[in-house]
Structure formats: C-alpha cells, structure tokens
Nanobody
Framework: QVQLVESGGGLAQAGGSLRLSCAVS????????MGWFRQAPGREREFVAL????????DYSDSVRGRFSISRDYAKNTVYLQMDSLKPEDTAVYYC?????????????????WGKGTLVTVSS
C-alpha cells in the first residue's frame, strides 16, 4: 500500500517561507515522478511543481517559478517543496502526488496516488 503523507503547512506572512514535506513509501522515489498540486477555496486543483522519477529535471507552474523549489531525499523517502516569497494567493491546501514513470506533467485524473493534503495560509 503506497502512502503519501504531507506535513509542514501552517500560517505564514506574505514574503515569508515554508517548507512542505511529503513522506512516501520506501521504493517509490526511484520509479515515480513526484508532484505538488494545490487547491484554493472555490477553485480547481492545480499543478505547482514536479520532479521527474529519474531526477533529470524539475518543472514549475508559472505562478511559482523562481519562488518555489522541489527536491527529494532518497535516504529519508521524502519529497520537499521549499516555498519562499510567499503571497496571499499561495493560500491553498497542498497535495503531494505520484505518477509512475511520468516524463512530464500528467493529466490530474491520471494521478496514481495522492496524499491527504496540508493547509498553507499566507496572510497579507
């Protein structure tokens, strides 16, 4: 049973930083592309960042590029999302996601596994 467990959400001020973590089942990182998505109140879930299973590249949405950074630690079976220069519009529930051997952003409905999410609130 594959599990993704997010943590690190909370309240931050605009301009501040938070680091989200996604603890994953052992062995997942070597064959699954890991992504972060978010869903703000009243809006659809949207892509934030991903890191390809092979480690060959990362990708970001235009709204977070240059402010957010995705990384992974094999030894800790954890994926991170470092969020800097936070804005109120970053307020959302952030979800960790996994798609087996994906080489690019996938259709959200094709996600293999989801975490339960962690809430990030950015105050102005």
């Amino acid at each position: 049973q594959v599990q993704l467990v997010e943590s690190g959400g909370g309240l931050a001020q605009a301009g501040g930083s938070l680091r989200l973590s996604c603890a994953v089942s052992e062995g997942i990182l070597s064959s699954y592309t890991m992504g972060w998505f978010r869903q703000a109140p009243g809006r659809e879930r949207e892509f934030v960042a991903l890191i390809i299973w092979s480690g060959s590249r990362e990708d970001y949405s235009d709204s977070v590029r240059g402010r957010f950074s995705i990384s992974r630690d094999y030894a800790k079976n954890t994926v991170y999302l470092q969020m800097d220069s936070l804005k109120p519009e970053d307020t959302a529930v952030y979800y960790c996601a996994a798609r087996r051997f994906a080489d690019m952003l996938w259709d959200i409905d094709d996600t293999d596994y989801w975490g339960k999410g962690t809430l990030v609130t950015v105050s102005s």
